[in-house]
Each structure stands twice: as C-alpha cells, then as structure tokens.
C-alpha cells in the first residue's frame, strides 16, 4: 500500500513538471471562484503563507455583469455564461470587476474539494467545467493535502461592511457591493508576487471612455501595488496588452484582467497596462 502511494506521488509529481500550469505562475496566489446552488466560494490558495482561505459571497448579491450584460443576482450567472458560451469565464470575469477580487481561474461546485481534504481526490478526478489544467489540479491536490487545519480560514462576506442588504429590483431582499472593501479581503486579495515589489504601473486607456481607468486601476490596486500615472489616449480598437521588464508579473497582471502580454519590455515603467475599446465592452 506504501508502495503504491509513492508511485502515485511521485507520478504526479512528475506530471506537474511535465505539464506547464495556465493559472497558478510560480510563488502567486491562486484565486479560484467556485460555482455553487446557493453561495458561491472564491477559494484563495497561498504558497507562500501555505495556507487556504475561503471566501463565501451570498448569491443574492445584485452585481453588474461583465461584458454588458447587465445586473442580475449572482448565482445566476453561472447559467448565463453558458448560455453566451463563455461558462465560468463571465463568474471569473463578474467577480473582479465587482469585488476587486483577482480571480484567475473558475470551477463548477466539485472543486469544492480542493478546500475541503474529505473530498479533495473527488476535486481531482472528476469531470466538471473548469478551465484548470491537469496540472493545476494535481498542485492543488497536492497542496491542500498539506495545509494544516489551522491555516484554513474562511471570510463571510454578508458579515462585512462590504455588503449591504436591500430590497432589489425584482422585488426580494438581496444584497448591493459598498465601496468599503474590508481591510481582511484587502490582504487576501494582494498578491505575493506584486506586493513585496515597489512597481511603477502606469495604464494607458485608448478604450474612449475615460471612467475606466479608475475602475481598473482598482483591480490592479487590489494586488497590492499602486498606479503611478494614467495616459488617456484617443479610441483604439483593441483588447487589451501589458508589457513589462518581468514576464512573471507581466503575465499576472495579463491573466487577471484577460489581457496579451507583449515582448517590448522598454519604457519608463515597470509595467504598463493598455486597454482599449474592444476591452471596455467586455469588461
């Protein structure tokens, strides 16, 4: 039985090297939302603090969703997103615009093992819509086995001044998103690779509306760096591109806001984040 144990581990250890991860680079954070029936959960997996936090968001929340599709409850949105055949993309999506939350990756409820060591080999081997690699599944299997019981915490987010209650448009209670973000998800939310850097970001907006700006200035706040200018262009019709003089933070910041990372690494910045018209109407 020992045996097959360590044949197991060191063939997933083996697969982990052999396959390249899409949503977990180096020493970041994960940001992981999962789908569910009621709540819904954005998992938070550490490697540095080697820990994993939940974080548990009523599905009566009202958000304004991603890509123009208007304000619905939630836990909705999953459902919509298959309809539009972009799945958990538009949750991912929806969840950063709305809680400045840096979501990178997206699951139906299996994954809910990956928090939970009762179920973690159901999260592993089951099929279920996510866009988690193999390889992204395998070092969190391996990782939440590690984590000690202790260095799991969980974040209600109905219990926070972030959100406030009220009734509606359909006529229910439900909750609205604050402007007072805790200062807990304010830790939870930066990331190991972008905070312990004094960066100089700069976000250069050719999307034609010049409110944007301030709205992903705080997603990329939220990773724990600060804008050190922002350049308004004239309209361009593009997506989105950053570039940088490091590719491990050029494609952190590229994999939370869905953006190209680009091979020019001049310029006065350490970063720089340019978005134009085709990004403003997906975002």
């Known amino acids: 039985m020992h045996l097959i144990a360590i044949i197991f581990l060191i063939f997933g250890l083996l697969i982990i090297f052999l396959l390249k991860t899409r949503s977990w680079i180096g020493d970041a954070k994960l940001t992981l ?82 928090i939970d060591k009762g179920n973690v080999i159901q999260a592993l081997i089951s099929s279920y819509k996510t866009n988690l690699t193999l390889s992204d599944k395998l070092r969190l299997f391996f990782f939440t086995l590690g984590v000690k019981e202790f260095k799991r915490t969980d974040l209600d987010l109905s219990k926070t001044s972030f959100l406030k209650a009220k009734k509606l448009a359909d006529g229910e209670m439900g909750y609205v998103v604050t402007d007072i973000m805790p200062q807990k998800l304010i830790v939870i939310a930066s990331d190991n690779l972008v905070s312990k850097q004094d960066l100089k970001v700069i976000l250069t907006n050719a999307s034609g509306d010049s409110l944007l700006s301030e709205k992903v200035g705080k997603i990329v706040e939220s990773l724990g760096t600060k804008i050190a200018a922002i350049d308004n262009l004239k309209e361009e019709d593009f997506d989105c591109v950053v570039k940088g003089k490091d590719l491990k933070l050029d494609k952190r910041f590229a994999l939370v806001l869905g953006c190209e990372v680009s091979k020019d690494t001049s310029g006065n910045f350490d970063v720089e984040i340019k978005f134009g018209k085709k990004f403003l109407q997906r975002f």
Do not use: H, M
Not at 62 to 73: F, P
């Open 33 to 114: 939302v999962i789908n569910n029936s009621e709540d819904l959960y954005v998992a938070v997996f550490d490697p540095v603090a080697d820990d994993i936090t939940t974080v548990k968001i009523p599905g009566s929340v009202e958000v304004d969703v991603s890509r123009r599709l208007g304000k619905i409850r939630l836990v909705s949105i999953w459902q919509l997103g298959k309809d539009e055949k972009l799945d958990g993309r538009l949750l991912a999506e929806t969840i950063t615009k709305n809680f400045r939350i840096p979501v990178v990756a997206w699951a139906d409820s299996q994954a809910l093992g990956f």
